[in-house]
C-alpha cells in the first residue's frame, strides 16, 4: 500500500475529463457524471495514519547515516523498543 494525494489524484481525474469533453456529442456531460461519481468513491476510502519513526527512536540511529545529514525521519526505520 502507498499513500496518494487523493485531491490532485482527483484534480487529474477532473482534468483529463475536461479535456476530452469535446470528443463527446452531450458535451461530456455523461462522462462528467462518472467522474464525480468515481471522486466520491475516492473521497469514501479510508486515509491511512502511517507510523513515523524518527530518528532519536529508530533502532539503526547508530549506523545510518541520514540523521548524519539533517533527515528527523526515514522510511527504513524500525522503532527500537519493537525489537528489544
Not at 456529442?25 to 462528467?32: E, F, I, T
Request: with cysteine.
Amino acid at each position: 500500500m502507498r499513500a496518494i494525494d487523493a485531491d490532485a489524484f482527483k484534480d487529474y481525474i477532473r482534468g483529463a475529463c475536461e479535456d476530452m469533453k469535446h470528443l463527446y456529442k452531450d458535451n461530456g456531460a455523461w462522462a462528467k457524471e462518472i467522474t464525480e461519481s468515481f471522486c466520491k468513491d475516492i473521497d469514501e476510502q479510508p486515509t491511512i495514519q502511517p507510523e513515523i519513526v524518527r530518528c532519536e527512536e529508530c533502532l539503526y540511529r547508530k549506523i545510518c547515516s541520514w540523521e548524519k545529514q539533517g533527515a528527523k525521519f526515514c522510511s527504513f526505520a524500525e522503532r527500537r523498543e519493537a525489537t528489544e
